[in-house]
């Protein structure tokens, strides 16, 4: 079965930066897409990156581009999420998810099928 987990999350100062990893299993990598989004209290859950393990294409919401970067490494399954110059409104818990490159939408989280446990990222100001 398709398994991901999170971690890396943390606390962390403004300004500061955090990496999140997303180790996954169970599914032909070089076929999926990983995504990550974050989910604060009381706020809907939001895209904030993703990239396809294929051929390495990448999305960035609007609010997070120039700020973080989203890589993956195939051979160790992992997909990374690296965030620099991190801001209070940046905290969240912080979740990736995996499809078939043939069935996601960069940014639209329904399109994700499978789903990790999710990692607390805290930025304090």
């Known amino acids: 079965e398709v398994q991901l987990v999170e971690s890396g999350g943390g606390l962390v100062q403004a300004g500061g930066s955090l990496t999140l990893s997303c180790a996954a299993s169970?599914?032909?990598?070089?076929?999926?897409?990983i995504g990550w989004f974050r989910q604060a209290p009381g706020k809907e859950r939001e895209a904030v990156s993703c990239?396809?393990?294929?051929?390495?294409?990448?999305y960035y919401a609007n609010s997070v581009k120039g700020r973080f970067t989203i890589s993956s490494d195939n051979a160790k399954n992992t997909v990374y999420l690296q965030m620099n110059s991190l801001k209070p409104e940046d905290t969240a818990v912080y979740y990736c998810?995996?499809?078939?490159?043939?069935?996601?939408?960069?940014?639209?989280?329904?399109?994700?099928?499978?789903w990790g446990q999710g990692t607390q990222v805290t930025v304090s100001s």
């Open positions: 990239i396809s393990s294929s051929d390495g294409n990448t």
């Open positions: 169970g599914f032909t990598f070089d076929d999926y897409a």
């Open positions: 998810a995996a499809d078939s490159i043939w069935t996601v939408i960069p940014g639209i989280p329904g399109t994700f099928g499978s």
